[in-house]
């Protein structure tokens, strides 16, 4: 009853902080909402306002250059009062949204996963964060008030992964493979999550079942999860198919978009700016090169972290945070939404200070840089683009930092001794 | 194809008389300026083209129409800004006028948007060599296909009508000069050798505070099924007299003499070291020849002798007024008391002069149904609004009319934020307290089409009413994209131009039939659309952000960088094994690193040695571990 009751104090005062900035800054929506680095071309909620009214008044949204968002949405938005003249009413959906999000990650803590799954178990498993703290870290964390505040429909894909996730931790095929194919569905880089989430799911089954009989093998269960995997991306693109007057329009519209960039405004990643000063005979080579280099990510940590498949998500995240075509700090939040669920690990990791101090130095600097650029006129797109270099530096020590202290734990496992010694990689 | 147009136009007599008019109308506005209106139209018989008999028509034109099954055409050079609140109506109505830089609109005969957009592109490159403009430049994105905005001028048969398709072009930014001006002239059938043509000079013509040069092809019919091929060309333009005086060879402006200011001396404040300017009252002087640097040569042999017809420069001016012609010439004083014509000598040079007069009755101004102004809003380079202040004068009618605004790919509208607030009240006098916020009572239709990245333009047309004596807003938001750093023109930081906005007005009261020789000339063929005014607003400019153009390879080794250490980093991780660190000391001699640092200890050990030699030998042992303490630390 007690653990009750703080998960009501923490969701009440998540809900009365975000209310409060709703209600008491009017303006603070809208204004968030134009900042670049929350808001991208896919993710932007004055976009999808602007592809509702197209919807709403006959006109295709997809033959257009501006909404380059998921048809569903057009249809979760048009149930929902009118946003101009009922604010809080998407306000509320927000903030549901993120409370979905933060109790998801809650019971990913809950199912101590992250400390000992089936074929690895920590030796610092005991010292963790309790998932009351982790729903508070994710909550309370000013990436994710800002992006609740700011309304961009990624918090959906957020909360869509989160839940494949945290089912796939429970072991519930069925409700992880579609929350995950409706993550995929809505911005498309969740597809690359499939496998470590197949195989967190499928060592969470054997773990409960004891026996590999009645789950056969690892092949056997890919196969079928795959097929009910493709099977719900299949139906989601049917029901858009049949919403948008039966038009495939949406397709290039939406993932045409994701894989081609051809809306070039900045970001807080990395594409935006190579591909403007990119070459335009080389750009469709260097298209490719950058989605291989991010789906590269998946085979490797999969199979090196074959025990720890819960870290292989956390990490790819982070990876996505960085390299993904539109990346925001929604993208960020999310990572960081997971990364607490790893604190037995963080005594290991080594450059905790540098990279923090890295992440508050482009948090602060960044708006600056940018209102610099396009506003005052006294700086140039490299002011920006510096930031954006030393956002991604900083990021991806984490990620590296993080990958190195899990390595390491997992190290010490087999070699005891070793603990607290100066180590090397050969 | 060429079988149908055959068909369209052999209906009638075989010999239907080609004919050639020219007229050139000079009408003073306030505030010293003259607006000089130049008209030419030649006709030439569905009939006679079809044996390749073009006569007045120009056959590089008729040519090129023919090959990209153009039916009808209207082609604008434009430069400058109509001022309305000082000059009152547009000459013609707006109706030979174009936007800022180059416009172009055509119907098109063909089976399919593909088909049409395919000879659109064959009309556009052919055109852009015969005018030497950058006509080839209309792309698909600066195309567009007006819905409600336009209407063919021409008589089409039903068949010809159905398969008709508009498409509509701009080039806000094509600085429109002298290298247009020729193949214009070059068109006329007397090629600016002879008659009102003759006047026509490049230096005082792109001078002039505003002009325009139309060229509109269009098929004609009498009630008699005798149907013509008619062509237009009109050279608008408003002069500065004051400037235009001022000699070719000494264009620089000198200090008139203080004996010659016309100060206004009943000023209080007024001395003998200041002058105020006093406002002239009484009309300026001036000549054709003062004015367009050359006198008229005689009249084109073309046109008719005797009636109307023959009658090529008409002034408009009050019958009080003193003009001088010279010799050989006729003067014919219109009835109306403000307008009298002139036929020219076949033989010497015309010219006209006009002496300094104080007049009692001025030529009345015609007010225009609607003022049209755009400007953006906002700041940065992010996004911005546009904002549309449209004015309707009238005390009591309300007027009903269509916006369009052809927007370029980069400018990306929001159409949700799309308003028209009413601001009760005329132009300067809006209060915001009376703002009346009803837009949907103003706002009747919309079509939009939006843009495609890199493909295709935005479109929005709106038809508006607007209640009498009062200004309607017309705003939307817009994001401004970022481009690929080759898509920037050379002078990226200037900006982007945006093509004017054109207003149809459909409705309005009978009291704007103002102009009487410029509707003369329109009403004797009974064509269908003539009852419509067309304005346009000035372009605007559009600053993008820029990505520092210097540095394509910095850009692309720095993110490869920061790629690289990421990815290097991770995989470093994935495959390799952790030992203990001192563990590694065997290992580390296989490395490049390990060779070297052994090889460094051995010298050190060396030195180390001679220093024993020379020194007592008790910390020969400390010193080698300290050494590989050391050596250790370093691995790390």
Known sequence: MAFDRRKTVLFSAAIALRLLLFIAFPSLPDLLTGRVEISTP????????????????????????????????????????????????????????????????????????????????????????????????????????????????????????????????????????????????????????????????????????????????????????????????????????????????????????????????????????FFIEMFDSFREFFLGVFWLHLASYVGGLTVRLRTQPLFVVTTLLGI??????????????????????????????????????????????????????????????????????????????????????????????????????????? | MIFLYILTFFLGSVCAAADYHERLVLRPLPRGSLLASFDFRSNASASSIEKQNYQYFPRSLGQILQHAHTRELHLRFSLGRWDAETWGSRPWNGRKEGGTGVELWAWVEAENDEEAAARWTTLTNALSGLFCASLNFIDSTRTIRPAISFEPSGHHSEATLSKLHLLHGTLPREPVCTENLTPFLKLLPCKGKAGISSLLDGHKLFDASWQSMSIDVRPVCSSDSNCVLEMGQTVDMVLDIERSKRHRDNPIPRPVAPEELACDTSKPYASSDACYPLDSTSEQPWSLSEIFGRPMKHSCPLTDSEGEGAETVCIEVPHERQVYATAGSTEHKRPDGFSRCYKLSEISDFDISLPQQTLSTSHPLSKPPLYAERSFTGYGQERGGVQTLLTNPSQTDSIEFIYLESLPWFMKPYLHTLKASLINGLRGSSSSDNVDTSSTSIIQEIFYRPALDRRRGTQLEVRLIVPPASTAALTYDFDKAILRYTEYPPDANRGFDVAPAVVRVLSSSSSFTSDSIFEKDQSESELPVQDSIYLRTTSLLLPLPTPDFSMPYNVIILTSTVMALAFGSIFNLLVRRFVGADEVEGLNVSGIKGKVLARIRKVKERFDNVKKIRTNATSHTNGVEKEKGNEGKKNQ
């Open chain 1, 42 to 273: 896919v993710t932007s909620f004055k976009r999808l306002q602007e592809g509702l009214f197209l919807y709403t008044h006959n006109v295709s949204p997809y033959d257009g250059g501006v909404y380059h968002q998921a048809p569903l949405l057009l249809s979760l938005f048009s149930l929902l009062p009118e946003h101009s003249a009922h604010p809080l009413a998407t306000a509320i959906l927000y903030i549901v949204v993120d409370i979905l999000s933060a109790h998801a990650v809650m019971q990913i803590a809950e199912t101590g996963e992250s400390g000992s799954s089936r074929l690895f178990t920590s030796p610092r498993k005991d010292l963790k964060w309790d998932s009351i703290d982790i729903g508070a870290a994710y909550l309370f964390n000013p990436f994710t008030i800002a992006t609740c505040i700011a309304r961009p429909t990624s918090v959906f894909t957020n909360c869509a992964i989160l839940y494949a996730t945290a089912k796939a931790a429970r072991g519930n095929t069925l409700t992880s493979v579609f929350a995950l194919a409706l993550a995929s569905y809505l911005s498309l880089y969740p597809v690359l999550l499939f496998p470590p989430l197949l195989l967190l799911c499928y060592d969470r089954l054997l773990r409960n079942n004891k026996s590999t009989e009645k789950l056969g093998s690892v092949w056997r269960f890919a196969s079928t999860v795959t097929v009910k995997y493709v099977a719900a991306i299949g139906s989601l693109l049917f029901i858009s198919y049949t919403i948008t007057d039966a038009s495939w329009e949406f397709l290039a519209s939406t993932y045409g978009v994701q894989l081609l960039l051809p809306d070039l405004t900045p970001n807080v990643g990395l594409w935006w700016y």
């Open chain 1, 320 to 426: 996505f945070a960085i390299f993904k075509p539109y990346p925001s700090i929604s993208d960020t939040s999310l990572y960081l939404a997971l990364l607490p669920l790893y604190r037995h690990v963080f005594p290991l990791m080594r450059y905790t200070f540098f990279a923090v101090a890295t992440l508050l130095y482009a948090t602060l600097l960044g708006p600056a840089f940018y209102h610099l650029w396009i506003y005052a006129g006294s700086g140039n797109a490299n002011f920006f683009y510096a930031i954006t270099l030393v956002w991604s530096l900083g990021l991806s020590v984490i990620v590296g930092d993080s990958l190195f202290a899990v390595l390491r734990d997992e190290w010490e496992v087999e070699r005891p001794e070793m603990k607290g010694k100066e180590v090397k990689r050969i």
